[in-house]
């Protein structure tokens, strides 16, 4: 019998799997109401409409379909997202933008260009635990600093940035989610975006920027990307990539996104792409160029913000009723996306009130997974996109009983 332990390349040696997919195989229990997963709500799903899509799909196209396909991706979703984006005041032409197979394989892309083992990607603490693992395929070293309500601690990287310097260390990027973050629900503000690319300008770091949830802002005011900033203050810019998936804002099965950025960085990915997936399959990219040409995305978009923005205001008037002030619990208040990162008291860890909640029926995921180093104990991440109204108020209730429990 081979030693497979010993067999194993050096990047995963010691990889034991994505921490939150560990944490969901606990949620088998039917009674279990779930704010864990970032799951959209099917309730959202445009079910009529991708059937009739689906049928004119195979009606047509079966042929071509079932067929190998252009690996960056299919003319019509090019064409299709150019238009998306424009609306976003994101101007590009095909050679800036590869489909991806997802925005978790986007970010596996961009690991994959620039990473070699210990280079150092800046990040927000907390930030999205399934950037950390693209990342970490690559050995990556992660420098973080704690964001603030406005969003990245821009003053905190630079500081970073300038101990990294003094050890002849340069960053190979910034990695941010500016629109309700994953897992704070935090939004960057527009000061702190200028802020962050001038940063980038002045020290010469690119900025991945990660926008699954730009479309799900439900209230306040819409804030450039950083993108789309760069654009247009820095003649046409060219240090930002941007990555984005269907996921959050059609549905997650598809597992269609896009990259986008200079066209030398989007060659090079698609290069990668040819290595690591080949084509994004045509049928699902063909549902996607459909949603945003036939569908009516925005009428969609407009259900989709309706119904999240209720859900979140009745998570949010549950907590204020079960978590008095003197429970020490705190939270996050968002203006859009589908997260929200509860702080319990300091002496709990909630990597152990995990296995109390799941007693409770009760289930969130614990903040330690969200962080590149250094990982705080006392958070949790809540989902509130997709247990039901009811579940949510109930989840809350379990929740407050589970931690008096513990006190
Ligand atoms: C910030 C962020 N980036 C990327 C992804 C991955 O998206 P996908 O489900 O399309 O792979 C997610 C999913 O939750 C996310 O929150």
């Known amino acids: 019998m081979i030693d497979w332990k010993n067999r194993y390349a050096d990047n995963i040696k010691d990889y034991q799997g994505y921490p939150l997919g560990k944490t969901l195989k606990y949620l088998s229990d039917p009674e279990i109401i779930s704010l864990a997963g970032g799951l959209p709500s099917p309730e959202i799903f445009q079910t009529s409409e991708l059937r009739a899509a689906s ?10 379909i079932m067929q ?19 609306r976003d005041n994101i101007h590009l032409e095909k050679q800036n933008i590869l489909i991806t197979t997802s925005g978790q394989h986007g970010l596996d892309l961009a690991g994959r260009a620039f990473l070699d083992k210990g280079d150092i990607v800046l990040v927000d603490r907390p930030t999205f635990a399934g950037a950390l693992v693209a990342f970490n395929m690559e050995k990556a070293t992660f420098v973080g600093v704690d964001i603030e309500p ?24 910034i990695y941010v989610v500016p629109d309700f973050q994953n897992p704070t629900g935090i939004t960057m503000s527009l000061k702190k975006r200028k802020q962050l690319l001038k940063l980038s300008y002045a020290y010469d770091i690119p900025i991945v920027e990660d926008s699954p949830y730009r479309d799900l802002r439900y209230y306040g ?27 959050k804002i059609f549905c997650p099965g598809l597992r269609v996104g896009f990259n986008i950025g200079h066209p030398e960085v989007i060659k090079k990915m698609a290069n990668i792409k040819e290595g ?3 084509n994004t399959p045509k049928y699902n990219q063909d549902l996607c160029t459909a949603y945003l040409t036939q569908m009516d995305f925005n009428a969609h978009l407009d259900k989709c913000r309706a119904y999240y923005k209720d859900k979140l205001a009745i998570f949010l008037e549950t907590m204020e009723k079960y978590f008095p002030k003197e429970s020490g ?24 009130l995990f296995f109390e ?33 009811e579940q949510l108020k109930e989840a809350v209730k379990r929740l407050s ?6 006190d």
């Open 55 to 64: 049928e004119k799909i195979l009606l047509n196209d079966v042929d071509k």
């Open 68 to 86: 190998y396909s252009a690996i960056p991706g299919e003319q019509s979703l090019f064409e299709a997202v150019i238009d998306f984006l424009k």
């Open 150 to 173: 406005d969003g990245t601690h821009v003053d905190g990287i630079e500081t970073k940035i300038k101990q990294l310097q003094k050890n002849n260390k340069t960053p190979k990027f």
């Open 221 to 247: 005011k819409d804030l450039p990307s950083l993108f789309s900033l760069d654009q247009e203050l820095y003649n046409g810019g060219g240090n930002v990539i941007g990555l984005y998936t269907f996921s």
């Open 276 to 278: 690591n997936i080949l």
């Open 329 to 352: 619990v705190t939270w996050t208040t968002s203006e859009g996306g589908l997260f929200l990162w509860v702080s319990v008291p300091d002496h709990i860890d909630t990597a152990q």
């Open 357 to 389: 909640a799941i007693k409770h029926k009760v289930a969130f995921v614990p903040g330690e997974q969200f962080y590149g180093e250094n990982p705080e104990k006392n958070h949790m991440r809540i989902n509130f996109s997709f247990a039901s109204k």
């Open 401 to 406: 009983a589970c931690i008096k429990s513990i």
